[in-house]
């Protein structure tokens, strides 16, 4: 059974750093595709950042040169390290797994940014 627990979230100034950590079991995490997605409040869920098995990243335009998205083969975790935060950043921001052809999701953890 896939399980992925996000954690790291929780109240950001605007313009601080945050450090969000998923703790994945349950799959072969080395070769998993991972990914970072937020939804924010009336709003669809969008792809934040995704890292290969091999280290390859992608990123939103938004978040592109403030997040970085690393992973832990040897601890099955993934991290998004998220710097210059803006008030849109605000969302909940859920992990996501790819070992093969299914997505497995996280429950989400909460970022929120205070101007």
């Known amino acids: 059974q896939v399980h992925l627990v996000e954690s790291g979230g929780g109240l950001v100034q605007a313009g601080g750093s945050l450090r969000l950590s998923c703790a994945a079991s349950?799959?072969?995490?080395?070769?998993?595709?991972m990914g970072w997605y937020r939804q924010a409040p009336g709003k669809a869920r969008e792809m934040v950042a995704r890292?290969?098995?091999?280290?390859?990243?992608i990123y939103a335009v938004s978040v592109k040169g403030r997040f970085t998205v690393s992973r832990d083969n040897a601890k099955n975790t993934v991290y998004l390290q998220m710097n210059s935060v803006k008030p849109e950043d605000e969302a909940v921001y859920y992990c996501?797994?790819?070992?093969?052809?299914?997505?497995?999701w996280g429950q989400g953890t909460q970022v929120t940014v205070s101007s």
């Open positions: 996501t797994a790819r070992p093969g052809s299914n997505d497995y």
């Open positions: 349950g799959i072969i995490f080395s070769i998993s595709s």
């Open positions: 890292i290969s098995g091999g280290g390859y990243t």
